[in-house]
């Protein structure tokens, strides 16, 4: 028999397991409050105006061809993609960055370079790595797969609906010196918790004290308030205090570019020596891995950012996203008190970015989908850009009945 009758079967993904639940789904109620992705007023996918019109322009130039971008990819791009998160004047003479499949790939490239340079504390065989707890699935198994120790540390108090902060900072504290800190920029995914700039000032003077790396994945730069200026501000805070982080950048729910796989990875370096070097090493561990990036996503991200125009339509097309989701959120809180809840969902109003986490248990959701066809995950997590007028009486009255 050949090695491949030994293969056991892997478990599906979590969550693509529930998208293909739904789809086949025949109960014409049904409602899709699982999907990471914007949907409009009506339920559907929305292509940005901004980003259409660049694409119509990509097309109609014909000095576009579909050559292969260097290794790193795009320059240009990168560059634009660095100033939208640090900021249009920040000095980039120093910070290495790359083009990445996306945030997901960016967290790879990222935690295999962590793997390979970052000291190990002593007596571990592995760079721990301390993501949150509970955080974006993907990432325990990402940075397993860069070789990485991979911890948690204590982010969500479910008996407050709140930040566990002291849980946080004891396990920050608690960590060997010289761990690698993973942190979300904005929008806490599945939380919607983030800390404010006060506990944001104290995580950072902490890790100093612990000689902590900072790894910051921002997936939701301007999708999460509607002002990605605002949504950078803890990462913009912590480079100003001397932090050599490394940002994973993803332009796949800010600019609806999901499929298109755009991102960047960068570091935070201490000269243009050490960028140089960094650089150098960045390249050798995506050559062999994929070669160079795709072109088409980052082509829009580039035309988009470098034509005033568009770039003014691009912000009121990302607010246009993050108002409707916030007006759903309200909303959400507004009609389970108008079918009769009386439990307290404050948390979910101060909550932000693309999610709801309701404190909802695991058979409270799974009564969900059996009775009402409405599809989430577990652990009570809600997409409120799966939420629109014509369904979120629907839904408010169902979860009213299983949380009642
Ligand atoms: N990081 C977080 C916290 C996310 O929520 C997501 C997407 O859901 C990603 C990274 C990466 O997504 P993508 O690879 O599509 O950019």
Redo the contacts with the bound molecule.
């Keep these: 028999p050949s090695f491949l009758s030994t293969i056991p079967e892997g478990p599906p993904d979590a969550i693509l397991g529930i998208a293909e639940a739904f789809k086949s789904c025949t109960d014409e109620r049904k409602v899709n409050v699982c999907v990471?992705a914007y949907r409009d007023s009506t339920g559907k996918p929305w292509i940005l105006p901004s980003v259409r019109q660049a694409e119509e322009r990509l097309l109609a130039d014909s000095s576009v061809n579909k050559e292969y971008a260097p290794i790193a990819g795009d320059s240009k791009y990168v560059e634009l993609a660095l100033k939208f998160a640090y900021g249009s004047d920040a000095d980039l003479s120093s910070v290495a960055g790359v083009q990445s499949?996306?945030?997901?790939?960016a967290?790879r490239i990222g935690g295999h370079f962590l793997s390979k340079f970052v000291p190990k504390p002593e007596g571990l065989a592995a760079v721990p790595i301390l993501i949150p707890n509970p955080?974006?699935g993907?990432?325990i198994s990402i940075f397993r797969e860069c070789g990485m120790d991979v911890r948690r540390y204590r982010y969500y108090d479910s008996k407050t609906n709140r930040l566990d902060y002291d849980g946080l900072m004891a396990d920050l504290k608690e960590a060997p010196n010289g761990s690698v800190i993973l942190l979300?920029a904005c929008a806490h995914?599945p939380t919607g918790c983030d800390p404010t700039m006060d506990q944001w000032k104290s995580i950072s003077d902490l890790i100093k004290t612990k000689s902590h790396h900072v790894f910051f994945?921002s997936?939701?730069q301007g999708f999460a308030s509607g002002d990605a200026e605002a949504d950078a501000a803890a990462l913009r805070f912590f480079v100003s205090e001397g932090h050599n982080i490394v940002l994973?950048q993803?332009?796949?729910?800010n600019f609806g570019l999901?499929g298109e796989?755009t991102?960047t990875l960068s570091v935070v370096c201490n000269s243009p020596e050490e960028k140089s070097a960094v650089m150098s090493q960045l390249k050798l561990i995506i050559r062999p891995m994929y070669s160079s990036p795709p072109i088409h996503g980052s082509s829009i991200v580039k035309t988009v950012l470098t034509d005033d125009a568009l770039t003014t339509e691009y912000y009121a097309n990302c607010k246009e996203m993050a108002d409707r989701i916030r007006s759903m959120r309200m909303r959400l809180v507004e009609v389970l008190r108008d079918v009769g809840s009386t439990h307290d969902w404050s948390h979910v109003t101060s909550q932000i970015g693309m999610f709801a986490f309701t404190g909802m248990s695991s058979e409270m959701c799974d009564q969900l989908t059996s009775k009402y066809s409405i599809f989430l995950t577990r652990d009570g997590r809600i997409s409120l850009a799966g939420l629109n007028e014509g369904n979120i009486e629907y839904v408010a009255r169902a979860i009213h009945d299983v949380t009642d």
């Excluded at 499949?101 to 790939?105: A, H, K, N, Q």
């Excluded at 993803?250 to 729910?253: E, G, M, N, Q």
Aim: proline residues 0%; charged residues 10%.
């Design positions: 990471g499949l996306s945030g997901t790939g967290c955080t974006w993907n990432h979300h995914n994945d997936a939701y994973a993803s332009f796949a729910k999901y796989r991102g």
